[in-house]
Protein backbone atom coordinates (compact mmCIF):
# COMPACT_ATOMS: atom_id res chain seq x y z
CA UNK A 1 0.00 0.00 0.00
CA UNK A 2 1.34 2.98 -0.82
CA UNK A 3 0.78 5.34 1.84
CA UNK A 4 1.71 8.84 -0.14
CA UNK A 5 1.34 8.83 -4.03
CA UNK A 6 3.64 11.32 -6.05
CA UNK A 7 3.20 13.18 -9.66
CA UNK A 8 4.20 13.98 -12.10
CA UNK A 9 6.83 10.96 -12.05
CA UNK A 10 9.38 13.37 -14.02
CA UNK A 11 8.87 16.90 -15.19
CA UNK A 12 10.24 18.92 -17.94
CA UNK A 13 10.56 22.92 -17.28
CA UNK A 14 11.90 25.91 -19.10
CA UNK A 15 14.38 28.19 -17.31
CA UNK A 16 12.41 31.10 -15.54
CA UNK A 17 9.49 28.87 -15.23
CA UNK A 18 7.36 27.38 -11.95
CA UNK A 19 7.82 23.91 -11.10
CA UNK A 20 4.94 22.20 -9.44
CA UNK A 21 5.05 18.49 -7.94
CA UNK A 22 2.01 17.42 -6.15
CA UNK A 23 1.43 14.41 -3.47
CA UNK A 24 -1.41 13.15 -1.40
CA UNK A 25 -1.43 11.22 1.18
CA UNK A 26 -4.04 8.76 2.97
CA UNK A 27 -3.48 8.25 6.66
CA UNK A 28 -4.78 11.35 8.38
CA UNK A 29 -2.33 10.51 11.32
CA UNK A 30 0.31 12.18 9.05
CA UNK A 31 1.61 15.38 10.62
CA UNK A 32 5.15 16.39 9.30
CA UNK A 33 5.51 16.35 5.48
CA UNK A 34 9.24 17.38 4.22
CA UNK A 35 10.30 17.99 0.35
CA UNK A 36 13.99 16.28 0.14
CA UNK A 37 16.41 16.82 -2.81
CA UNK A 38 18.37 14.51 -4.32
CA UNK A 39 21.17 14.79 -7.12
CA UNK A 40 22.59 11.53 -8.71
CA UNK A 41 25.11 10.08 -6.66
CA UNK A 42 24.03 11.86 -3.59
CA UNK A 43 21.99 11.34 -0.48
CA UNK A 44 18.61 13.03 -0.21
CA UNK A 45 18.99 16.65 1.22
CA UNK A 46 16.13 18.61 2.75
CA UNK A 47 14.79 21.61 1.34
CA UNK A 48 11.84 22.67 3.37
CA UNK A 49 9.36 20.78 5.75
CA UNK A 50 5.72 21.79 6.55
CA UNK A 51 3.50 20.54 9.65
CA UNK A 52 -0.74 20.68 8.97
CA UNK A 53 -1.41 23.52 10.62
CA UNK A 54 -0.57 25.94 8.30
CA UNK A 55 -1.41 25.91 4.96
CA UNK A 56 1.54 27.51 3.32
CA UNK A 57 5.26 27.87 3.88
CA UNK A 58 7.63 29.79 2.32
CA UNK A 59 11.61 29.86 1.69
CA UNK A 60 13.50 31.72 -0.79
CA UNK A 61 11.86 30.14 -4.45
CA UNK A 62 10.30 27.54 -2.89
CA UNK A 63 6.82 26.91 -1.51
CA UNK A 64 4.74 24.20 0.10
CA UNK A 65 1.23 24.43 -0.14
CA UNK A 66 -0.89 22.31 1.99
CA UNK A 67 -4.56 21.35 1.98
CA UNK A 68 -5.46 19.20 5.03
CA UNK A 69 -9.17 18.47 3.77
CA UNK A 70 -7.78 16.95 0.44
CA UNK A 71 -5.25 15.46 1.82
CA UNK A 72 -2.70 16.37 -0.63
CA UNK A 73 0.34 18.72 -0.66
CA UNK A 74 2.70 20.11 -3.25
CA UNK A 75 5.83 21.69 -3.97
CA UNK A 76 6.39 25.05 -6.48
CA UNK A 77 9.63 26.05 -7.62
CA UNK A 78 9.52 29.71 -8.70
CA UNK A 79 12.00 31.10 -11.26
CA UNK A 80 13.36 27.78 -11.98
CA UNK A 81 16.75 27.09 -12.55
CA UNK A 82 18.86 24.55 -14.26
CA UNK A 83 20.39 23.69 -11.15
CA UNK A 84 17.41 23.00 -10.06
CA UNK A 85 17.18 19.81 -11.82
CA UNK A 86 17.00 16.47 -9.44
CA UNK A 87 15.18 14.56 -8.07
CA UNK A 88 12.51 15.56 -5.90
CA UNK A 89 10.69 13.45 -3.18
CA UNK A 90 7.82 14.40 -0.79
CA UNK A 91 7.55 12.50 2.57
CA UNK A 92 5.15 12.47 5.19
CA UNK A 93 6.00 11.46 9.72
CA UNK A 94 3.19 9.97 10.91
CA UNK A 95 2.05 12.15 14.54
CA UNK A 96 3.62 10.23 17.59
CA UNK A 97 5.65 8.09 15.90
CA UNK A 98 9.02 10.92 15.10
CA UNK A 99 10.86 8.67 13.18
CA UNK A 100 9.66 6.58 10.63
CA UNK A 101 9.42 8.67 7.23
CA UNK A 102 6.78 7.57 4.41
CA UNK A 103 8.79 9.04 0.88
CA UNK A 104 6.53 9.29 -2.52
CA UNK A 105 8.30 7.50 -5.45
CA UNK A 106 9.91 11.28 -6.80
CA UNK A 107 9.71 13.51 -9.54
CA UNK A 108 12.78 13.85 -11.79
CA UNK A 109 12.89 17.50 -12.43
CA UNK A 110 14.90 19.05 -15.44
CA UNK A 111 15.18 22.23 -16.36
CA UNK A 112 16.23 23.63 -19.66
CA UNK A 113 18.34 26.34 -20.06
CA UNK B 1 32.66 15.46 11.15
CA UNK B 2 30.71 17.51 8.61
CA UNK B 3 28.47 15.49 7.53
CA UNK B 4 27.10 11.67 7.65
CA UNK B 5 29.74 9.54 6.15
CA UNK B 6 29.37 5.97 4.49
CA UNK B 7 31.68 3.42 3.42
CA UNK B 8 32.17 1.88 0.72
CA UNK B 9 30.41 4.18 -2.02
CA UNK B 10 30.14 0.81 -4.06
CA UNK B 11 30.23 -2.86 -3.33
CA UNK B 12 29.95 -5.26 -5.94
CA UNK B 13 29.11 -9.09 -3.92
CA UNK B 14 28.66 -12.62 -5.92
CA UNK B 15 25.59 -13.86 -4.85
CA UNK B 16 25.43 -15.89 -1.69
CA UNK B 17 28.64 -13.28 -0.21
CA UNK B 18 28.34 -11.65 2.65
CA UNK B 19 28.17 -8.00 2.79
CA UNK B 20 28.86 -5.38 5.72
CA UNK B 21 27.79 -1.43 5.18
CA UNK B 22 29.58 1.19 7.63
CA UNK B 23 27.99 4.34 8.65
CA UNK B 24 29.71 6.77 10.62
CA UNK B 25 26.68 10.03 11.75
CA UNK B 26 27.29 13.45 12.29
CA UNK B 27 28.95 13.35 15.86
CA UNK B 28 26.29 14.05 18.86
CA UNK B 29 23.59 12.71 16.94
CA UNK B 30 21.64 10.65 19.01
CA UNK B 31 19.39 8.84 16.53
CA UNK B 32 20.78 6.87 13.36
CA UNK B 33 18.64 5.20 10.53
CA UNK B 34 18.87 2.99 7.48
CA UNK B 35 17.17 2.98 4.44
CA UNK B 36 17.16 1.25 1.24
CA UNK B 37 16.78 2.97 -2.14
CA UNK B 38 15.33 0.98 -4.78
CA UNK B 39 16.39 2.51 -8.44
CA UNK B 40 13.99 5.20 -9.43
CA UNK B 41 12.27 4.94 -5.87
CA UNK B 42 12.39 6.78 -3.07
CA UNK B 43 13.92 5.49 0.16
CA UNK B 44 12.13 2.71 2.10
CA UNK B 45 12.84 3.02 6.20
CA UNK B 46 15.26 -0.51 7.45
CA UNK B 47 15.73 -0.22 11.07
CA UNK B 48 16.51 3.24 13.34
CA UNK B 49 18.41 3.57 16.48
CA UNK B 50 18.50 6.05 19.42
CA UNK B 51 21.73 5.98 20.64
CA UNK B 52 22.98 2.01 20.80
CA UNK B 53 19.49 1.07 20.98
CA UNK B 54 17.75 -0.63 18.03
CA UNK B 55 14.24 0.48 18.20
CA UNK B 56 12.60 -0.42 15.54
CA UNK B 57 13.73 -3.06 12.63
CA UNK B 58 10.47 -3.91 11.18
CA UNK B 59 11.61 -2.38 7.87
CA UNK B 60 14.62 -5.11 7.48
CA UNK B 61 13.58 -7.70 4.24
CA UNK B 62 14.96 -10.90 5.77
CA UNK B 63 16.44 -11.78 8.60
CA UNK B 64 19.46 -11.84 6.52
CA UNK B 65 19.53 -8.16 7.59
CA UNK B 66 21.43 -7.38 10.60
CA UNK B 67 22.36 -4.27 11.60
CA UNK B 68 24.40 -2.73 14.80
CA UNK B 69 25.37 0.28 16.71
CA UNK B 70 27.40 -1.05 19.77
CA UNK B 71 28.83 2.21 21.25
CA UNK B 72 26.06 4.70 20.45
CA UNK B 73 27.97 6.20 17.20
CA UNK B 74 29.18 4.28 14.19
CA UNK B 75 26.95 1.87 12.51
CA UNK B 76 27.11 -1.44 10.13
CA UNK B 77 25.00 -2.86 8.31
CA UNK B 78 25.44 -6.53 7.99
CA UNK B 79 22.91 -8.44 4.65
CA UNK B 80 24.59 -12.37 4.83
CA UNK B 81 23.96 -14.37 1.93
CA UNK B 82 23.18 -11.68 -0.56
CA UNK B 83 20.60 -12.49 -3.32
CA UNK B 84 19.98 -9.96 -6.57
CA UNK B 85 16.81 -8.56 -5.06
CA UNK B 86 19.46 -7.23 -2.12
CA UNK B 87 20.88 -4.68 -5.21
CA UNK B 88 20.32 -1.16 -3.94
CA UNK B 89 21.37 1.95 -2.54
CA UNK B 90 21.70 1.90 1.15
CA UNK B 91 21.00 5.15 2.89
CA UNK B 92 22.38 5.95 6.33
CA UNK B 93 20.97 9.22 7.82
CA UNK B 94 21.30 10.73 11.69
CA UNK B 95 19.39 13.67 13.54
CA UNK B 96 19.68 15.28 17.23
CA UNK B 97 16.69 12.78 18.34
CA UNK B 98 13.88 11.18 16.29
CA UNK B 99 12.87 13.37 12.85
CA UNK B 100 10.91 16.42 13.02
CA UNK B 101 11.07 19.89 12.35
CA UNK B 102 13.24 20.49 14.91
CA UNK B 103 15.33 17.18 14.21
CA UNK B 104 15.90 17.02 10.00
CA UNK B 105 16.67 14.23 8.59
CA UNK B 106 21.39 14.71 7.72
CA UNK B 107 21.52 11.34 4.97
CA UNK B 108 24.97 10.69 4.19
CA UNK B 109 25.82 9.44 -0.10
CA UNK B 110 25.28 5.96 0.43
CA UNK B 111 26.46 2.51 -0.64
CA UNK B 112 25.43 1.02 -4.10
CA UNK B 113 25.55 -2.44 -3.51
CA UNK B 114 25.32 -4.35 -7.04
CA UNK B 115 24.44 -8.59 -6.10
CA UNK B 116 25.15 -10.38 -9.16
Known amino acids: QQQVKQSPQSLIVQKGGISIINCAYE??????FPWYQQFPGKGPALLIA?????SEKKEGRFTISFNKSAKQFSLHIMDSQPGDSATYFC????????????FGKGTLLTVNP | GAGVSQSPRYKVAKRGQDVALRCDPISGHVSLFWYQQALGQGPEFLTYFQNEAQLDKSGLPSDRFFAERPEGSVSTLKIQRTQQEDSAVYLC??????????????FGNGTRLTVT
Open chain 1, 50 to 54: IRPDV
Open chain 1, 27 to 32: NTAFDY
Open chain 2, 93 to 106: ASSLIGQGMGSPLH
Open chain 1, 91 to 102: AALRGGSNYKLT
